[in-house]
């Protein structure tokens, strides 16, 4: 499905005043030149035509206002100035705001809608997309947010540069993009290009956006974003009530029958009972989405986070976590990294899939490779173990500064099961082998591997809304606590946790 060409699609002025509060948009953009310095006539004609029909002076508008009352730069496109296209003056007012918004440390919205390089300058407009590119990573380095709103239609080098590099992507329903040129691919091989692949519906099934949204919310969501992003964090939370929860006397078997109640609170629970603020993401970013993880930015009281974590399937035979989850959960260590911000991982798995494709997807490579980023990972962290803790796939999301436990989580090399069928040649022996492994989370904290405990009384299942206050009260809590350790301690106490021979 092709864009809806019944749809009316908002000018930039337009975009700029749905999204920025009223009377707040102050123009950053010097005036632009009324010649081209070796411009043919005919350009000049072009350009000056585009003046008149568009009503401004170039294909972007650069310049500052409000979002619910806060401070944010924009850039956005105008797509009726030469289809929004970018030549030399164009691109140097796209990177100059870039790098004023950088200097000023303000968050910015980028929202293009264009056709891509401007055609009548060739090269020399086509190489700019390399200084556009440089000026987002210096923003993105000095931990500012950017995000985007990809507009109909962005295809092209703006596609290919600015228009994917946003912290958090967000698209215009029905708009037409991709790096393809629909009119292109038709003169080139003689045949339309293939319908709906350039969507933003699709994108967003195929995990490229994260998600599609009309005009009229996009201040709501970019408010959401940047609530979470700039929270304010500085208030220590007072230390909650599971601070002084202790192991019970359950034996392993009984908390692993427990953990696999279909009733249990799952991660999406604890996000809708115990977080606020939380904006859901979607996808690797490059073309993967794999159901079995949930990426999300959220607050647990005042402490913000990037989450992510096992999300339990909700039937028999719904897909488990797979490689292309675990790239999912490295884009969200990467924004932990950028944005400066703790990373909450939550456990509760089975195991990880078990097939053909996770096999040829490179499951056991993204598992290293998850361990690899997190032992080392430059911001706080926090892993929840949450439910089930079956085998590689929950060992994935463990590594953390601090590790919080419900009462009845557990952590196994493989499903007790398993672990029977292999040493007795039988299932039978599975709760003989979960005492004898060590599974049990009072086992756990012996070690040093769980910091904290969360109590349930006497079980989740029973007690879903309550059970996820208190963990979310305990997830603040250690937010906040691993947040103030110093840099070079936590990374050295991270590592320790897990060192052969430790407990």
């Not at 030549?87 to 919205?109: C, D, Q």
């Not at 390399?130 to 239609?153: E, F, K, N, S």
């Not at 091989?189 to 599609?212: C, H, M, R």
Request: contains cysteine.
């Amino acid at each position: 499905m092709s864009a809806d060409s019944r749809v009316r699609h908002l000018s930039a002025g337009e975009l700029i005043s749905a999204v920025l509060d009223a009377g707040s948009f102050t123009s950053w953009d010097d005036p632009g030149p009324k010649s081209y310095p070796g411009a043919s006539p005919a350009y000049e004609d072009e350009l000056r035509h585009a003046r008149e029909k568009s009503g401004v002076d170039e294909s972007v508008l650069t310049g500052e206002g409000l979002i619910h009352g806060r401070r944010v730069a924009v850039i956005v496109s105008e797509f009726t100035f030469l289809a929004g296209s970018i030549g030399n003056v164009a691109a140097h007012r796209i990177a100059a705001a870039i790098r004023r918004a950088t200097a000023e440390r303000l968050p910015l919205l980028a929202g293009p809608a264009s056709g891509g390089t401007r055609m009548q300058e060739g090269t020399p407009a086509f190489l700019s997309m390399v200084d556009i590119t440089g000026a987002v990573r210096g923003h993105r380095q000095a931990g500012l947010p950017y995000l985007v709103y990809l507009r109909h239609p962005t295809t092209g080098g703006v596609m290919a540069s600015w228009g994917s590099l946003g912290h958090v992507t967000v698209a215009e329903p029905g708009a037409l993009l991709g790096f393809l040129g629909p009119r292109v691919y038709e003169a080139l091989y003689g045949e339309p290009f293939s319908s709906g692949v350039q969507t933003a519906e699709n994108l967003f099934d195929k995990g490229l956006i994260d998600a599609v949204v009309p005009p009229e919310q996009l201040a709501g969501v970019v408010d959401k974003a940047l609530t979470i992003l700039l929270a304010d964090a500085s208030e220590p939370p007072e230390p909650p009530s599971t601070v002084t929860v202790r192991p019970g006397a359950h034996t392993a078997w009984e908390s692993i029958l427990i953990s696999r109640n279909r009733r249990r609170p799952d991660l999406r629970r604890l996000l809708a009972h115990g977080a606020r603020d939380v904006l859901p993401l979607n996808g690797t970013g490059q073309g993967e989405k794999d159901p079995g993880l949930l990426l999300a930015l959220a607050r647990f009281g005042n402490q913000p986070c990037v989450v992510l974590g096992h999300q339990r399937p909700r039937h028999p035979g719904d897909s488990v976590m797979g490689p292309a989850s675990l790239r999912e959960a490295r884009r969200g260590m990467k924004l932990a990294e950028e944005l400066g911000l703790p990373l909450l991982t939550v456990i509760d798995t089975a195991g990880a899939d078990l097939s053909k494709e996770a096999e040829e997807g490179g499951l056991a490579g993204e598992i290293a490779r998850s361990l690899h980023d997190l032992i080392g990972l430059a911001s706080p962290s926090v892993s929840v173990l949450l439910g089930q803790g079956a085998g590689g796939g929950a060992l994935a999301l463990l590594p953390a500064d601090s590790t919080i436990a419900a009462q009845h989580a557990w952590l196994s090399p493989l499903p007790p099961e398993g672990a029977s069928a292999i040493m007795y040649r039988t299932l039978d022996r599975a709760a003989d082998m979960a005492e004898s492994q060590g599974v049990k989370v009072g086992v756990l904290l012996e070690r040093g591997v769980v910091d904290h405990l969360v109590d349930e009384r006497p079980d989740a299942a029973d007690e879903g809304r309550a059970f996820c206050e208190r963990m979310a009260a305990a997830i603040e809590y250690e937010l906040a606590r691993v947040n103030d350790l110093p840099t070079a301690d936590r990374l050295e106490r991270r590592a320790g946790k897990y060192r052969a021979g430790a407990g």
